[in-house]
Structures are given as C-alpha cells and as structure tokens.
C-alpha cells in the first residue's frame, strides 16, 4: 500500500511539522501504512488556542445543533467502514473481524450521541418554595484534551470526543502514536461532516513531547485519558497542581473469569479463550486470571488446553487467524518478562507460548499463548500486574468465598466475569468483587456504548468512558428562579431587613 501523509488539524487546517514519524504494520514491519508529524508545544499550544476560540461560539449552538454535526458524521463512518476496518488492522495488527467491531462501536458511539442530542440535558426539581422553580442542567467546560491508547484506535477516542462536543465542547486529540492513521482517517470525516473550524483539533506525536503539554496546558479545562496506569497516575498528579483541571482516567487492568464448580465447562472454556486471546491478550480487559474451582479444575484444564493448541495465529488481514502480532518488540519483550517471572515464581507451565518465526511470521511481532497453573499466593507479580499480551495464569481455589478473594488481590478492578449455573452465587460475586465491568456466562471483554466502560481501584478514578462521560465533560449547575413579588428563602430563613 501507499503510506498515507497523515497531517495535524489546528483551526480548521491541515498542517504538518519539520519532523514525521511512521507508522509500521505490526504484522508486516516493513510495511509502513503511514506518516505523521512529530509534535511538540508550538503545535499543541496553537490547537488549545484555537479550540479555546471555538469554544465561544460552538457552546451557544443548541445540544440539537451539535447533534446534527454528529449525525452527519455517523453517516460517513458508515459510508467508510470498510476502509477504517483495514486501516485498524493494519496499524494495530488485530483480527479484521476485531478491527470491524471497533469501527462498528464507533459508528454506534456516533449514532448514540447523535440521538443524545435530543433528550433533556437538564432537569426541573421542586424547590421548598412554591414561587420557585430549581433547575439542575449541565453546562460544557471548555477545551478538552483527549488522549487515547493503539489498542482501539477508533472506538474509544470516539467515546470520548463525541460526548465532549455534543455537550458544546471543544476537543484536542492525541491519538496513539503506533495508530496516527486512524487519527488522521477519523479526522478526515469530522472534517467533511463540516465541524466548525477549532471544535475537534487533532495532533500527532508522543506521549513525552506532545500529550505532556496537553496535559499541563492552562487552558485546558479537562483531560479524558485513556491508557496505561504508569501514565494515568503520572497525568493525575500533574493535573492535581491545576485545581480547576478535571481529569478522568480509564487504566488497565489484571482481570479474572471466576469458575463455579457447576459452571457450564463448554461456556467456560469459550470465556476463558476469548478473553484471554481476542486482540492478543492485549485489552484492557483481558482475562489474565482464569480462577477456578478446584473440584472442576482438572476437567477444565484439560479441555482449555485442547483449545488454546489450536488457535490459528498470524496476519490479522487473513479472516481465518484467531490471535495476530503483538503491536511492538516491547510488548513481546514485556510477554517475555512475564513469562520468565511467572516461571521463577513456580508457575506449571501448559502451553509454552513461543516467539513464531519461519515465513510470514518472520515479518511481525507474533507469539503463541502461554498459559500456566499456579497455586494462589499472595504477592505473587505474575497474579498481580497486568501482562497485556497472550499470557494466562489458571489458579485453582476452594469455593466461591475463596475465588473472590484472590480475584480481589490486585490493585487493579476493571474486568471481572463469573461462570454459574447459580443464581445466588453469581449475585454474590457481583456484590463482593471488586470490578466496574461485570459478566455472567461471558468473557470478561465486550463492550456495548449505551453503558459506561471503567474500572475501579487503580483501573479507574471513578469516571467511566462511553455513556458514562458525559457527567465528565459537564458542570451539573443548580438554576433557581422565583417567580414571586416578593423574596422567600429555604429554610425558614428570614426576609426581614
Ligand atoms: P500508554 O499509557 O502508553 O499511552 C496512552 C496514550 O497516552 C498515548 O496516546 C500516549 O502517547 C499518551 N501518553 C504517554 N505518555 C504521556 C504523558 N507523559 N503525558 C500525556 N500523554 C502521554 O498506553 P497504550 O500502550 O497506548 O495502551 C495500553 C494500556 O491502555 C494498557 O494498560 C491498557 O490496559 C490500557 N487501556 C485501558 C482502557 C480502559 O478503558 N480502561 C482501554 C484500552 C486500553
């Protein structure tokens, strides 16, 4: 393919910088799908000035107004779906059916926020006094900063860019630098859908020389951050130093699927292999615990380890293969580290996950599973931090209390799944873990964009992405009108002068 000029869009103008990087396909590292401009304060200082001005006038556009915009941008994700579907997968080397479903939560994520527009944004309350009426409404905050991670390079800049601008916004992205192109891609239909120069800008580069000033930028009234913990935490305490500055974090995770000793094995294996496996290991959400009933352990090992053998793993662009490359040498480096370290702290090896090499798979960063069996102790690193690649720990445990308890045992709670025939037992579990996203007889991945998407613990602070962000980009304002000749306060409180 031709590598695609990927260019940054500041005030309405595509511009470009002296330096670029590239983006390689993961699956092919001679493969560069394109270039973008390497960033730094000069570019990032002209987009928040110019969202800043944008802001003034997008914020009287009424919510339907916006919505508008936002409709007609749906419609050309739709009209290109095919075209960012290839584009996800070659930048981030996932499975196209997984780079289609990406696009495919972004196209709904722009049709949920589209018909968004027309709900109430506020509220009437009654207020003590009968000649008043309170109004609890939201109100946008001003310039915000979006920066987003590779793994879902369409969907979840979406989640946190359409509800940002709907609610009269305006944005700065930075999207991943391994996925520019879909940044660029995506920025080239807000552009077409005919947003208002200012209102969405979009510059490249690293998280160093390009998201940093982002984040300690003056004028930028909130920072939606998507990505590692090490960052999160970092942009936090950054962000703490500016009083006024919101911050919203989603984080990773170190996920588990509870099995119950009367768990259906055919429902738990399929759990266990798509979210241990789906995008390589490599969601926020994958499934790296597997925490097991010791009275069914054995059968499910069994039968989980057939399975994982046959996953077919290579080009994500060939629709037969399950599991493509990991994004970069220093994520297989970092599916090493946890390997060795799983293995030092006397893990029993199942399937021995390799670096593949011959033929196409000399092109790209592909390995196989790892899973292992391990006894749960506490303070064990290879039960406790998040691997984010192909890598599994099966822990056999005494009972539901038992499961629970080692499930809880990490700093992290995004994801946690529970396979039951029980009724009792899977409410017990919801009300015991610690997670912010909760399955029953499902893997712990899947996510749907009318319901909110974070964790709890160190995976989030609390303010979820998705359909949960719009309580993040607005002020909720209290509004009180008397309709009275005269002044009477709450309270009992007295007039008299
Ligand atoms: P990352 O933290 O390395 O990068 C995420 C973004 O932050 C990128 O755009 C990067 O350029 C930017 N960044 C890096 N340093 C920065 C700094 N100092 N200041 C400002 N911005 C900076 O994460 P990644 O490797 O792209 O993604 C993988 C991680 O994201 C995993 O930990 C995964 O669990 C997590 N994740 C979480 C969710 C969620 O919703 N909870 C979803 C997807 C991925």
Known sequence: MTPIKAKNYVNGEWTTTSQEFESVNPANIHEIVG???LSGLQEVNDAVSAAKQAFLSWREL???KRAEYIDTFAQLIKRDLNELSNLVTQECGKPINEGRADVVEALHMAQYMAGLGRIPNGYTVSSEISAKDAFILRKPKGVIACITPWNFPSAIPLWVILPSVLAGNTVV???????????HKLMELFHEAGFPAGVINLVHGTGEDCGDPMVKHKDVAGILFTGS???GK???QVAAGDAYKFVATEMGGKNGTIILEDADLDIAVNACILGAFKTSGQRCVSTSRIIVDRKIEAEFTKRYVEKVKRIKVGNGMNEENFMGPLIEKSGLEKWKLHNQKAQAEGAEVLVNGQVLSGGDYDLGNFVSPFVYKMEYRPNTFCLREEAFSPHVAIIPVDGMEQAVDVYNDTDYGLSM???TEDYRKWRWVRDHADYGLGYVNLPSIGA??????GGVKASGNGHPGAEGIMDAVTHRIAFTVNHAHEILMAQGLSTNV
């Open 35 to 37: 270039t973008a401009p």
């Open 229 to 231: 913990r090490a960052v």
């Open 448 to 453: 749907e964009v009318h319901l909110p998407f």
């Open 62 to 64: 009424s919510w339907v």
């Open 234 to 236: 970092y942009i936090q």
């Open 417 to 419: 799944a529970v396979i």
């Open 173 to 183: 992205f930075k999207p991943a630098e391994q996925t520019p192109i879909v940044g």
